[in-house]
């Protein structure tokens, strides 16, 4: 049977006992095959209480991305990361994170051979930043994001979701903190779903990054990020 490169998209909840080891995981709940020239299989996975998955054994595992919910606030996050980077074959472990909880696992997750973080984070005003959660939690992002740097992970990418009248004033202070520290700003624009999303205009990204190019001297990146 041919072998064949997966890549994990692992969803975390805060339920269960924490990690125990490789074996313990549950089952894939849907798999999703690429092109048969890629040989590479695209598979999505929910977390049990117990633990994650099994791989096949023919099969290896080439780069793997911790989401959520918020996966920070899973017990065992680090010792989980740890162990799937010890399978032979993995190139690449990500994880993306609302950043409250990052400070006081950044440099665990980065020793357990963490190497990229998607952080999401809409404004730099705190005000602004409770209006969209709900809590009154910039600082302990910030600190976060901080922590991280410190960490020494390969990639950091900022997740901005620009809201019409909520924070689309502060595309320039976050392309310039981005600047700065070396990250990625990673634009999205947001879809007509939940309450936030039916309450507020979507701004459009075209407009938005012609005026950001011409301001800061940004030129159009073509590569994989």
Same mark, same amino acid.
């Given at each position: 049977m041919l072998q064949q490169s997966l890549y994990l998209r692992l969803a975390l909840s805060a339920t269960g006992s924490g990690f125990r080891d490789f074996s313990d995981f549950s089952y894939i709940c849907q798999a999703f095959v690429a092109?048969?020239?890629?040989?590479?299989?695209?598979?999505?996975?929910?977390?049990?209480?117990?633990?994650?998955?099994?791989?096949?054994? @023919?099969?290896?595992?080439?780069?793997?991305?911790?989401?959520?919910?918020?996966?920070?606030?899973?017990?065992?996050?680090? +010792?989980?990361?740890a162990e799937i980077n010890r399978q032979p074959g993995v190139e690449?472990?990500?994880?993306?994170?609302?950043?409250?909880?990052?400070?006081?696992?950044?440099?665990?997750?980065?020793?357990?051979?963490?190497?990229?973080?998607?952080?999401?984070? +809409?404004?730099?005003?705190?005000?602004?930043?409770?209006d969209i959660t709900g809590t009154d939690?910039?600082?302990?992002?910030?600190?976060?994001?901080?922590?991280?740097?410190?960490?020494g992970f390969e990639r950091i990418k900022i997740n901005m979701v620009p809201l019409s009248g909520i924070n689309d004033i502060d595309l320039d202070d976050m392309v310039a903190?981005?600047?700065? @520290?070396?990250?990625?700003? @990673?634009?999205?624009?947001?879809?007509?779903?939940?309450?936030?999303?039916?309450?507020?205009?979507?701004?459009?990204?075209?407009?938005v990054l012609a005026d950001l190019q011409q301001k800061f001297g940004l030129t159009p990146y073509e590569g994989k990020i």
């Open positions: 092109d048969a020239s890629d040989d590479v299989a695209f598979r999505d996975a929910v977390a049990a209480a117990d633990g994650l998955i099994v791989i096949p054994s @023919n099969d290896i595992i080439a780069a793997c991305l911790f989401t959520g919910g918020e996966p920070l606030l899973r017990k065992g996050l680090a +010792d989980l990361a690449d472990i990500s994880l993306t994170t609302n950043g409250t909880q990052l400070g006081k696992q950044a440099h665990q997750l980065r020793a357990a051979g963490v190497r990229r973080l998607n952080i999401s984070l +809409d404004s730099l005003r705190g005000d602004c930043v409770k939690c910039l600082p302990q992002v910030l600190e976060g994001i901080k922590t991280a740097k410190a960490a903190f981005c600047i700065e @520290n070396g990250f990625i700003l @990673n634009l999205i624009e947001a879809m007509p779903m939940g309450a936030t999303g039916q309450a507020h205009a979507k701004v459009s990204l075209q407009p």
